[in-house]
């Protein structure tokens, strides 16, 4: 972890309702509840803002020691590696089970931490249940905090219990200098292989056994001065019952790593093309207003002449042709092939969507526009542009103050767009435009 933000871990064994609390805290429908045992999940991190403190909130997704299973020790020594890099640990247990052999054991490991933990006695949903709660002290980590994660009660008193116990220097304050970097696109088309290369070594689980499932992975990175984080929505494994249910939800959890990131990858299966899925992950990354990479993935898979590359651009580009601003990349995450560039381009894409003009040059563009095209006229009266100016960025807005609204078309605003995109690239970013009337 590049920053200094505080990082809480969320451990305990599997339905206790961890990834439950996640999800309230996150305010985000991001991983997924699943009744079945063994529905795993990677270390999942969140941004949670509370009393204006923002940390990092991690679901390990559950400790069960004594088990062989292949899921539950890789999920332990996922909750080993958080609870030696989180500063406070909140232990949940089931309140309505009451305490485990489990619960006893990770105890153990956890008493002997240094870390300040915070043991939560979930699923006290009402108060008849409150006195169920006295049983946890019995695990020497003191007053347990009774929560309902279903019911939303009792996180406040929680929320506030863990940022008491932040240790003290580190840093509570958003952090707008990290660029986020959701990776999306339809499951197999190399989403965590792409990260995985990225990253240069096996941090997401890729677990042999059918029918289990990830959810969105935050990874934070550091290259070449600049920090990343990098969310993966994850892919399905295998097609099982449980992929049926969680299909539908692929999209949502596309659309919410759509909406924490600057920057969105598309990624493609170049030997499946465009699926309705990136048509959909496209549009809302593009209404968004967030920074847009085509990413054609498996690019060793493709039969190549030296017309490929260029009838394959042309093909995205007319399927979104209101994204035309955005960069192709041909990438194979399996040959290395240049997968160097993701990074750098996802860098270059956030500069340009975060890029700000200064009026007066933003205003020889458009003088200059208007002088060799005309703005429309209706009955006899004539759209005037006043002046410009550059409203906002992340996307990049732009404000024209005019005479008459009604004049406005939408054909010249293309005209406009095209040449402060001549001359100001906004690469990979859509640009907004706004009209004031002015008389
Ligand atoms: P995890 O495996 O620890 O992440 O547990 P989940 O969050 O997947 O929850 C396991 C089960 O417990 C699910 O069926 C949840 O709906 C249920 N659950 C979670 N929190 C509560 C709660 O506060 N009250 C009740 N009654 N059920 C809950
Ligand atoms: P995800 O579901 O989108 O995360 O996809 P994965 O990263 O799990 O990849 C799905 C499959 O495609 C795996 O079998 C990968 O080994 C394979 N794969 C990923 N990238 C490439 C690539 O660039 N070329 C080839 N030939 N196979 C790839």
Redesign the pocket.
Known sequence: MSDNRPIVAVVGRPNVGKSTLFNKLAGKRISIVEDTPGVTRDRIFTEVEWLDKYFTLVDTGGIEPDSEDIILSQMRNQAMLAMDMAHVIIFVVDGKNGITAADREVSQILRKTKKPVILVANKIDSQSQYDNVYDFYELGLGTPVAISSANSMGLGDLLDEVVENFPEGLNTEYDEDIIRVAIT?K???????ILNNILGEERVIVSPIAGTTRDAVDTYLEKNGQQFLLIDTA?IRRKSKIYEKVEKYSVIRAMSAVDRADIVLI?IDAEQGITEQDTKVAGIAHDEGKGCIFVV??W??IEKDNKTLGNYTKEIKEKFPFMMYAPVLFV???TNQRMNKILETVQYVASEHSKRISTSTLNDVIGEAVMLNQPPSDKGRRLKIYYGAQTDIKPPKITLFINDKDLTHFSYQRYIENKIRENFGFEGTSVKFEYRQKN
Not at 187 to 193: L, R, T
């Open positions: 696109g499951p197999n088309a190399g989403k965590s292989s892919g990624v993935n498996k060793d898979l194979s995450a399996k």
